[in-house]
Nanobody, 122 residues
Framework: QVQLEESGGGLVQAGGSLRLSCAASGRTFSSFDMGWFRQAPGKERDFVAEITSGGRTIYTDSVKGRFTISRDNAKNMVYLQMNSLKPEDTAVYYC????????????????WGQGTQVTVYS
């Protein structure tokens, strides 16, 4: 069993930065592939970024060059550094953990957090 808790969301002006954190419980954290998703009002939850257990990273096109996903296995943490934020980045951001990178990538992760709100104003 893995429990995930996101933090770091907030209100930020366009062009600004935020760093989201996802704290994971469980001793097998390092073996999980981890992802970030987001859901804007009235829209489906969309993939943002993923980092595999081996450290490989994958990003959706709209955030490439602006967002960076990273992990610290010693602290059971995953981060999403978000720079050059745009109003269209406004959403609830969710952390996900899965046993395979494909499951995480398609939104079928085994575990999910409750989400953290990010609001970007112009």
């Amino acid at each position: 069993q893995v429990q995930l808790e996101e933090s770091g969301g907030g209100l930020v002006q366009a062009g600004g930065s935020l760093r989201l954190s996802c704290a994971a419980s469980g001793r097998t954290f390092s073996s999980f592939d981890m992802g970030w998703f987001r859901q804007a009002p009235g829209k489906e939850r969309d993939f943002v970024a993923e980092i595999t257990s081996g450290g490989r990273t994958i990003y959706t096109d709209s955030v490439k060059g602006r967002f960076t996903i990273s992990r610290d296995n010693a602290k059971n943490m995953v981060y999403l550094q978000m720079n050059s934020l745009k109003p269209e980045d406004t959403a609830v951001y969710y952390c996900s953990a899965g046993t395979t990178w494909t499951k995480v990538r398609i939104g079928r992760g085994d575990y999910w957090g409750q989400g953290t709100q990010v609001t970007v104003y112009s």
